[in-house]
């Protein structure tokens, strides 16, 4: 598997060799909020989708293959009962950049969640993550400061979105079974 540094990287690198400049973070975040309603990516539907959050007339079929090996690995770590899920973004860039991926990559989240459309009422506090992912989408960078604190923030909200997207994943997958979800 690949690191998520480098995961990054390689999806960058894609996504401008298509000719397109959206954000790496974006697109993952896209992907897993579709998988987390359970959805099946429909050949069809995902490449009009894919085309039009990358500005691209079609996706060539040398990044639809990486954007498929990114959603089955991503949903694997989803499934993985060791929590190995992980964020895909750049944590080269200072503070100010960091954010904005994150914030991209919360509102790409969002934006595939709706695009599966999970069509399931949810717990009130999985309702809750949902707000709060939507809040971090808004997050304006030109207010973030360099500094110990900062970083730490950065990384907190992180966490908090890591979570929250395997707790969302976790209760529609068990929503869809019929088996309610575990409680701990």
Known sequence: MTSETNRFALLANAILAAGSRAD?????????????????????????ELAEMLDLAAVSEGLNRELLQLAAESRKQLGDTAFSFRLVLCEDGDIVERTLAL???????LHGYGVGGAGVKIRPTSEEALKDIGAISQVDADH????????????????YVRVAVLNIF???QAGQS???PTVH
Do not use: K, M, Y
Not at 103 to 109: I, K, M
Not at 146 to 153: D, K, L, P, R, V
């Open 144 to 159: 973030a400061e360099e500094g110990e604190e900062a970083e730490q923030q950065l990384l907190e909200l992180q966490e």
């Open 170 to 172: 976790t209760e529609l």
């Open 24 to 48: 790496p973070s974006e697109l993952h975040g896209f992907i897993c909020g579709v998988l987390a309603t359970g959805a099946i990516p429909d050949n069809d539907r995902w490449q009009r």
């Open 103 to 109: 914030g991209h990559w919360c509102a790409g989240f």
């Open 178 to 180: 019929g088996i309610g």
